[in-house]
């Protein structure tokens, strides 16, 4: 089983529509969850921290359940800018970190 | 421009040669990590040093890599022996290790393809 796994789309939305990703993780002492966007060929960029009381960065919340050992991103009125690859990342303990495959987004005119 | 930089950019190589790869981390960062990714996959984690000192590998990591971090500066990922299956983006981060959350920031990256 993977230690971090995500739906990999495409999810295709309108611009300015709510859409929302979850992902799993199967260790249930990890320790800090990470979204992260990546361009085509371009490299990871931390979008988010995930804290257990969730968080919001403008347009994008991002929660944590550890009972359901799972995290979610939602990204609201979307831009044709939020289009990328949305990768969910778990702090499996001694800090190696692993990566889910990532979630694609298309945002459409 | 005070992020992390990775050199070369791009690598050709024949199997069998060696090859190196540097990264230069953020510069008051004292943990660094290596990960390899291939295409359609997140990437995966190789190791991780905390100043000079690796204190995890990957299964991932083979005798044939060797990775580095002398002075606790930068960091070199070698690859002996190179395989057509090394071929993948090999991606450095760094992050300050003294906060709770461990934010890493990438570097571009470093293509490498075996012929």
């Known amino acids: 089983r993977k230690e971090v796994e995500q739906d990999p789309g495409p999810f295709n939305v309108p611009e300015g529509a709510t859409v929302a990703f979850n992902c799993t993780y199967s260790?249930?002492?990890?320790?800090?969850f990470f979204w992260y966007r990546q361009d085509c060929r371009k490299e990871p960029k931390l979008l988010m921290s995930?804290?257990?009381s969730g968080n919001e960065d403008g347009r994008f919340t991002a929660q944590l359940n550890r009972a359901s050992q799972y995290i979610s991103l939602l990204i609201r009125d979307s831009k044709l800018s939020d289009s990328a690859t949305y990768l969910c990342?778990?702090?499996?303990?001694?800090?190696?970190?692993?990566f889910g495959s990532g979630t694609k987004l298309n945002v459409k005119p | 421009d005070t992020g992390v930089s990775q050199n070369p950019r791009h690598k050709i190589t024949k199997r069998g040669q060696n090859v190196t790869f540097r990264c230069d981390p953020i510069s008051e960062h004292n943990r660094l990590y290596w990960y390899r990714q291939t295409l359609g996959q997140g990437p995966e984690f190789l190791t991780y040093f905390q100043n000079e000192a690796q204190l995890e590998k990957s299964r991932l990591l083979s005798d044939r890599f060797s990775a580095e971090r002398p002075k606790g500066s930068f960091s070199t990922l070698e690859i002996q022996r190179t395989e057509q299956g090394d071929s993948a983006m090999y991606l450095c981060a760094s992050s300050h290790g003294g906060k709770e959350v461990d934010e890493q920031y990438f570097g571009p990256g470093t293509r490498l393809t075996v012929t």
């Open positions: 990342v778990v702090n499996g303990g001694f800090n190696k970190f692993y």
């Open positions: 260790n249930s002492a990890s320790q800090s």
């Open positions: 995930v804290y257990s």
